[in-house]
Nanobody, 119 residues
């Protein structure tokens, strides 16, 4: 299973970026998908995740970020508006994937995409 993330880059404070992440490979189904971030010197933290109609946001993301998903494409998006310098971090996507071979569920991570917000 591979998760390919894209969409990171440089934005000015107050600007917007959209991240996307697609899962591919030996997949029967994808359950929860989410975005995490890790700033320099800090632990990785949840940004938002989505599973069906259930959407969960970190407090810092509420009102500014929107997570969405294209189930048919096993793709998750993160629309980020009102960016702040504190949002500067490497953003990672993850997905809970059910294997068509074993029917077991495992969590997979993308490679991370850097978001830099200048003041």
């Amino acid at each position: 299973v591979q998760l390919q993330a894209s969409g990171g880059g440089l934005a000015q404070a107050g600007g917007s970026l959209t991240l996307s992440c697609s899962a591919s490979g030996m997949i029967f189904s994808v359950d929860k998908m989410g975005w995490y971030r890790q700033a320099p010197g800090k632990q990785r933290e949840l940004v938002a995740d989505i599973f069906g109609d259930n959407v969960n946001y970190a407090d810092f993301a509420k009102g500014r970020f929107t997570i969405s998903r294209d189930g048919a494409q096993n793709t998750v998006y993160l629309q980020m508006n009102g960016l702040k310098p504190d949002d500067t971090a490497v953003y990672f996507c993850n997905a809970e994937v059910v294997s068509p071979l074993t029917w077991s569920k495992s969590v997979h991570w993308g490679q991370g995409t850097l978001v830099t917000v200048s003041s």
